[in-house]
């Protein structure tokens, strides 16, 4: 993301998304240059106009009830490029670019289990063990 956007075009979103009865929308991290799906996580108003002013992507987490700016004890930022949303309003899609790896378990992507001819498959290897990204 490469503008600052202005609050009369947040609070234009904001309007016109379709929260959960929770005040949460779902929200999917791809990479914005080769689509790779990266994660999935929920967002509220704060956690929104968070991302959209700074440009760093901030998701809202329910097991602590509070924001998680992403990357915030791991370095693992994700910067949006484009924040999208599907028809309904009621999901969105952030085009990101990753830094490091998106998933606690230190792979790229947190869709790393696939069923393959029968089998549930680990398909993504693990790049950074997590006890270097959290300590």
């Known amino acids: 993301m490469t ?4 609050e009369e075009t947040i609070a ?3 309007k016109g998304l379709n929260f959960n009865s929770d005040g949460l929308i779902p929200a999917i991290s791809q990479q914005h240059d080769d689509g790779k799906i990266l994660m999935m996580a929920w967002m509220n108003e704060e956690s929104i106009c968070e991302t959209l002013r700074t440009g760093h992507v901030c998701f809202w987490s329910r097991s602590r009830q509070k924001l998680w700016r992403k990357g915030e004890s791991s370095g693992q930022i994700q ?5 999208r949303w599907d028809c309904d309003a009621d999901t969105l899609l952030l085009k990101v670019e990753q830094k490091g790896v998106a998933c606690h378990t230190g792979r ?9 001819s029968d089998k549930i498959t680990e398909i993504v290897d693990v790049e950074i063990d997590p006890s270097e990204l959290y300590g």
């Open 108 to 116: 790229k992507t947190c869709f790393f289990y696939a069923v393959r």
């Open 79 to 83: 910067t949006l490029h484009e924040l």
């Open 3 to 6: 503008k600052a956007i202005s």
């Open 12 to 14: 234009l979103i904001l």
